[in-house]
């Protein structure tokens, strides 16, 4: 893991676009990686922080990533982790908790007074993860409206 480091993207590379061909199908049965204007804007975008785990001893490979999502509410800042990815040939290495870490870490220095990720259930190793490094589970409803269907 010494040779692993987690850095903030700053453009949307070509090696970029190609590391999340291979991740996001890892990820994401029924989303498509992005484009590279969806990753500009991603990268570019002043409410999130795309982070990524990049193995300096194989040539900057792109291992894994995470994203996360600040905003400020009338009660303060609040953070959200979101689309986090280790590649399977990466997986147990500490790269997720590497991320975490340091998205956590980034979020304290925005002001936020919490994070939030949602995991699913059938994600146990992540889900060992998260609580391992102190998340907590909420008793709350987590709902979804899809803006993109007809009803």
Do not use: H
Request: no cysteine.
């Amino acid at each position: 893991m010494s040779s692993v480091e987690i850095v903030e993207a700053t453009e949307a590379t070509p090696e970029l676009v190609a590391a999340f061909e291979r991740l996001i199908p890892q990820l994401s049965s029924s989303s498509a990686p992005p484009t590279p204007d969806e990753l500009a804007a991603l990268v570019g975008s002043e409410a999130s922080i795309l982070l990524l785990a990049v193995d300096r001893d194989a040539g900057d490979a792109i291992l894994g990533s995470l994203t996360l999502v600040w905003f400020r509410i009338p009660t303060g800042v609040r953070a959200w982790i979101e689309d986090v990815v280790v590649d399977e040939a990466a997986r147990g290495r500490g790269v997720g908790e590497a991320l975490n870490r340091v998205a956590l870490e980034r979020a304290g220095e925005l002001g936020a007074k919490t994070v939030d990720l949602t995991s699913r259930p059938k994600r146990e190793a992540a889900n060992r993860l998260y609580q391992r490094i102190g998340f907590e589970p909420r008793d709350t409803n987590v709902y979804r409206y899809r803006v993109d269907e007809e009803r």
